[in-house]
């Protein structure tokens, strides 16, 4: 069934539409199977210390437009993740070679009295003065609890300022109260792209739509040799070239967690294929990826031949690494789709996985093919995983648990949980472009930089030795999943 539907304002949560969940301890098996049988049930906890939210995440893909403007219908502490983004889109500027301009970022500062008004006319005024200063292509308007508990009706605002002032003004509905999966922001920032921005296709072009976040152009070379042009959408992307999405020949997602809504729509709206094989981590997947593109692409027999070609420089380097590492053990704590993408990496290079704190699950993508299950693929090529835990970002968790486990090496994808492997002691890599692990040489890459980690651990033995832990010696010696499956009255947030 179709999970798409750009007739309603917003998209459906993750919860609702896939039945995501952000809580489960057991096997990596265990979860897959239960994922396949349809019968996952989201295990609450007793105590919670954090959450994300879901109007970061649709944040980080629209505030990366280069010509568009965005403003957030808030209380202006909604907005403080401003600054961090800003930081983003000014590096990526850089790596990019783009003049250095800051992100066109507005918040309509919700106050009280407007919480017992209504905030519409604030929201009016401010993207009318928005329009003025910076002179965008299109203005997003986010959401926040505020203005969704209120009822601001934001939707019909976005359509009278979109025709007074001709250009696209568009609602992006992403409440952080309405969802525990904050990646259902992502969905939402695409839901309003793709129903709003996104145009019917006129051609077919030579372009491969890669949804990504702000990494590195690792496809250019690939996508040259077989005659195709990549096209890295959202961020550093603008209004025009989004509009043209629709034409392209095919889409590769670098994650499914982020993109598997975008995808999902150009493919059901306007019939551009999706890649569906996980992502392209590990020689394996690597060789299944690159089949599916061939096969999309139509490009069969030159695919083969790169694979060929991969295998013979890539696999005796590989199995230097491998002697290097045996032994090893590791613990990993990232997204959903990354993380799984990561254990198939560690596992190609002989690691033992120890476990793994994934921050929330997806027993299936908007695509609905089983084939696109990642964490499926890697037990079925790699083996089970142990101690494998759903957990959002949980801090207390993360602690008992790596105190146990005790890895050789944690690798984190968030920075905010690389100090607490740290302070155990525990050598922490952190690697925040999703495209550094990405493909054959991804393999290597990971390989040298563990190498690297493992070598260089003086630091993390001496931090532990002069650091403090917030967590008590009851809780280090409890059960990590104590205030998993617990009473939800006594949530905290
Ligand atoms: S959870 Fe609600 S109040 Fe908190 S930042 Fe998100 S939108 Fe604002």
Same mark, same amino acid.
């Given at each position: 069934m179709s999970t798409v539907n750009l007739h309603a304002p917003e998209v459906q949560i993750r919860e609702v539409r896939l039945g995501s969940i952000t809580g489960f301890e057991g096997t990596a098996g265990e979860l897959v199977k239960n994922s396949r049988l349809g019968c996952l049930k989201d295990s609450t906890r007793s105590f919670s210390q954090c959450m994300g939210c879901s109007s970061g995440n649709a944040l980080c893909q629209l505030a990366m437009i280069k010509d568009a403007a965005v403003i957030n219908h808030a209380p202006v502490g909604c907005s403080g993740d401003f600054f961090g983004y800003n930081f983003v889109y000014r590096v990526g500027q850089m790596e990019r070679n783009l003049p250095a301009v800051n992100g066109r970022y507005f918040n309509t500062n919700i106050e009280e009295q407007d919480t017992i008004f209504g905030g519409v006319e604030k929201l009016e005024e401010t993207i009318r003065g928005v329009y003025d200063r910076v002179h965008p292509n299109a203005i997003f308007v986010t959401t926040s609890c505020a203005s969704g508990i209120v009822g601001d009706d934001v939707e019909s605002v976005t359509e009278r300022l979109s025709h007074e002032l001709s250009i696209p003004v568009v609602a992006c509905f992403c409440e952080g109260f309405k969802s525990k999966i904050w990646t259902t922001g992502f969905d939402s920032a695409y839901h309003s792209i793709v129903r709003k921005l996104v145009k019917p296709p006129k051609k077919k072009t030579n372009k491969v739509n890669i949804i990504n976040f702000w990494g590195s152009h690792v496809f250019d070379e690939l996508l040259g040799q077989l005659g195709y042009e990549p096209d890295y959408i959202v961020p550093f992307s603008t209004v025009a070239q989004l509009e043209h !999405? =629709?034409?392209?020949a095919a889409t590769i997602q670098i994650c499914p967690t982020l993109g598997t809504y975008m995808g999902a729509a150009l493919e059901q709206v306007y019939g551009v294929p999706e890649i569906k094989s996980p992502p392209a981590y590990g020689m394996i997947g690597t060789d299944n990826w690159m089949r599916e593109l061939g096969k999309v692409l139509n490009r069969q027999e030159e695919v083969e031949e790169i694979i060929k070609s991969e295998h013979e420089r890539v696999i005796p380097k590989l199995q230097e690494y491998r002697e290097k590492l045996k032994g090893k053990t590791a613990y990993i704590t990232a997204g959903a789709a990354h993380g799984h993408a990561l254990i198939a990496l560690l596992r190609e290079l002989g690691l033992e996985v120890r476990g793994a704190a994934i921050f929330h699950h997806d027993? !299936?993508? #908007?695509?609905? #093919? !089983?084939? =696109?299950?990642a964490l499926a693929h890697d037990v079925n090529t790699y083996g089970d995983i142990k101690n494998y835990n759903v957990c959002n970002k949980q801090a207390y968790e993360l602690v008992n648990i790596l105190n146990k486990v005790r890895p050789d090496i944690m690798i984190a994808r968030h920075g905010g949980m690389t100090l607490w492997g740290a302070k155990l002691g525990v050598p922490t890599l952190l690697i925040g472009d999703e495209q550094f692990g990405f493909g054959y040489q991804g393999v290597l890459n990971y390989a040298e930089r563990i190498l690297e980690t493992l070598n260089n651990k003086e630091f993390v033995i001496n931090l532990a030795k002069h650091s403090s832990m917030p967590y008590t010696k009851w809780w280090l010696e409890q059960n990590p999943f104590t205030f998993l499956g617990g009473d939800l009255s006594v949530e905290v947030y």
């Open positions: !999405i =629709s034409e392209a027993p !299936i993508y #908007d695509n609905g #093919d !089983i084939q =696109s299950d």
